[in-house]
């Protein structure tokens, strides 16, 4: 089985990000950027399924500036094979990625493609289900637990009431939850390895595909402030304040 | 102009999201229909006709429909996509899951988890965890919007819309419903409680959220964790509020032992009373809480508890 999965290099998850004041956007002039957790959770996932001999061959793929180049590393560390680097500086939509990636699947034929399900930045949660409605293949997105069938994989989702778990057939499109695993990191003798490992440069026109934004940004705002209230001193002023002030009990 | 939205439901009883989802689309202006797919759901159908300010219901039945699989519900939107000019439903893990696939089918980019409808083809929404909010109009024809539902009013009753049977196509590629754990508890929703009791890393290990649970039950309030607590394995992960587990906005939201990461803000800061008890008084949910108790949190709950039952709650 060849293993396809799509990753991002975001604003680092530690990193309070800061509206710029014309309201434009983020500043993210000198700010940590790394790989989408969602997305280490999904190139962990296919290391292990590798490991297990479910999978032959890991390709990682990411759309973006020169730096993605980085990105794609850092998963060749982990240890996926090789890389695609689809390069563009301009911001991409959900949409686009996903025309984008069932063309590189279409060249790669991938049995299973693994997803974030949602990058840290944009928080869309659109990429992976577009991907498999474009390609016209089965989904099981949050995935909690992934297991390889004969007919396909097995996956527990984390949903709104609990867990559900749903049985899919490949090619089959997953996306990842915080839970499927812990992402390991890359030890330094995999990382000089990974400089060796084959990176693919493509761009979006080598695809045919548009990249035009179809959401117009017309404004990035700072979100409404809370204000701090005041410290009660004891549990009985607590219940007092929260019964005659705020009038909640 | 029309506006689908799809109710959200478990097949009995109409999920209070909907309401929410309703108003957004009566924000954006036209004929509301509601699709209620699902097995069995005669009864949410009939719930949904009976909204405020909805024109139509469409009812769809089918065995994929029951858990409302993502490659059915594409399909059974896509039959009726034609006559909308917006596509609207809860951003909850069932809308997220099938909205995009709609949305691509349509060549059309998701507007996903809008706050609030500034114009008929404008919507805030958050972006980095709610550290930031953006707002966006969209040059799609068709609009494919998923909605926060906590930050919309909920309509109320007093409609009488015709019901539609309506027929259901194939699904787009094979799934199929294996089973389910769900949560059982006489709780309140998570999402739909007015009081909300969340513990944090804090809590030590899950046993201690016994204290909390005496608490819940005094008050009639749902339980909630952050992800430290849900990570740390000490409650399930559906007790997660938190940009990347539920998004609340009760009455009153009391958080024990969470110390208040920004992810866990993203979850909570629209509710109306916040109340913290933390023993560290640096703890950023200071920074936002209405109410702050510092102290340790095994005296404060108990006493807590205890001058609830005085107060004669």
Known sequence: MKILVPVKRVVDYNVKVRVKPDQTGVDLANVKMSMNPFCEIAVEEAIRLKEQGAAEEIVVVSIGPAQAQETIRTALAMGADRGIHVTTDDAVESLAVAKILAKVVEEESPELVILGKQAIDGDVNATGQMLAALLGWPQATFAYKLDKTDAGFTVTREIDGGLQTVAISSPAIVTTDLRLNEPRYASLPNIMKAKRKPIDAKTPADFGIDTAPRLEVLKVAEPAKREAGIKVESAAELVDKLKNEAGVL | ?313
């Open chain 2, 1 to 313: 102009m029309a506006i689908l939205v799809i109710a959200e439901h478990d097949n009995a009883t109409l999920n209070d999201a909907t309401r929410a989802v309703v108003t957004a689309a009566k924000a954006i202006g036209g004929d509301v229909h509601v699709l209620v797919a699902g097995k069995d759901a005669g009864a949410v159908a009939e719930a949904a006709s009976k909204l405020d300010g909805v024109a139509k219901v469409l009812h769809a039945e089918g065995d994929a429909l029951e858990k409302k699989l993502a490659e059915a519900m594409e399909t059974l939107v896509l039959s009726i996509a034609d006559g909308y000019d917006a596509i609207l439903a809860a951003a909850s893990t069932t809308g997220k899951n099938f909205m995009p696939r709609v949305a691509a089918k349509l060549d059309v980019m998701q507007i996903s988890e809008i706050t609030a409808v500034e114009a008929p083809d404008t919507f805030e929404r958050p972006i980095y965890a709610g550290n930031a909010m953006m707002t966006v109009k969209s040059n799609d024809a068709k609009k494919v919007i998923t909605v926060r539902p906590t930050t919309f009013e909920k309509v109320g009753d007093g409609g009488s819309a015709a019901v539609e049977t309506l027929d259901v196509p194939a699904p787009a590629a094979s799934s199929e419903f294996v089973g389910e754990e769900l949560s059982k508890s006489d709780r309140p929703e998570l999402t739909a409680a007015k009081i909300v009791i969340s513990g944090g890393r804090g809590m030590g290990n899950g046993e201690n959220f016994a204290i909390l649970e005496k608490v819940a039950d005094k008050l009639g309030a749902a339980m909630g964790a952050s992800r430290a607590a849900v990570d740390a394995g000490f409650v399930p992960n559906d007790w997660q509020v938190g940009q990347t587990g539920k998004v609340v906005a009760p009455e009153l939201y009391i958080a024990v032992g969470i110390s208040g990461a920004i992810q866990h803000l993203a979850g909570m800061k629209d509710s109306k009373v916040i109340v913290a008890i933390n023993k560290d008084e640096e703890a950023p949910i200071f920074s936002v809480a209405d109410y702050g108790l510092v102290a340790d949190l095994f005296t404060a709950v108990p006493e807590f508890e205890a001058e609830l039952e005085k107060a004669g709650v």
